[in-house]
């Protein structure tokens, strides 16, 4: 019983709320994804330079291609931009998240 009260305490503080400067997973702090200008890499070739390209046009902090067939997380990511590739690894679509 003596050792539960003495470790009260540091449980407690782990149970806490996380300090400000420590960034929430799927946040970049100072990176926000916008996809508005991002229709004139549709139909290019996916490769490194436009991978590049499209994350300094979109804000994205991550690029994640999307090849076919393959399963993606749903989870949303405001600073992530996902750019699907047909099978001649050719962009068909760029979206936020």
Same mark, same amino acid.
């Given at each position: 019983?003596?050792? @539960? $009260?003495? $470790?009260?305490? %540091?449980?407690? !503080? ?20 916008? @996809? @508005? ?14 991978? %590049? ?6 804000? !994205? %902090? /991550? $690029?994640?291609? !999307? ?13 992530? /931009? ?5 099978? !001649? ?9």
């Amino acid at each position: 019983m003596r050792k @539960a $009260l003495v $470790l009260a305490p %540091a449980l407690l !503080a782990a149970c806490s709320t996380a300090p400000a400067d420590i960034p929430v997973h799927g946040v970049t702090p100072g990176y926000k994804c916008e @996809a @508005a200008a991002t229709d004139q890499f549709v139909g290019k070739a996916g490769t490194s330079q436009i991978g %590049a390209a499209i994350k300094r046009v979109t804000h !994205a %902090a /991550v $690029l994640r291609w !999307a090849p076919p067939g393959v399963m993606l997380t749903m989870d949303y990511r405001e600073d992530r /931009v996902t750019v699907w590739l047909d099978s !001649a690894r050719n962009i068909t679509k760029i979206r936020c998240g």
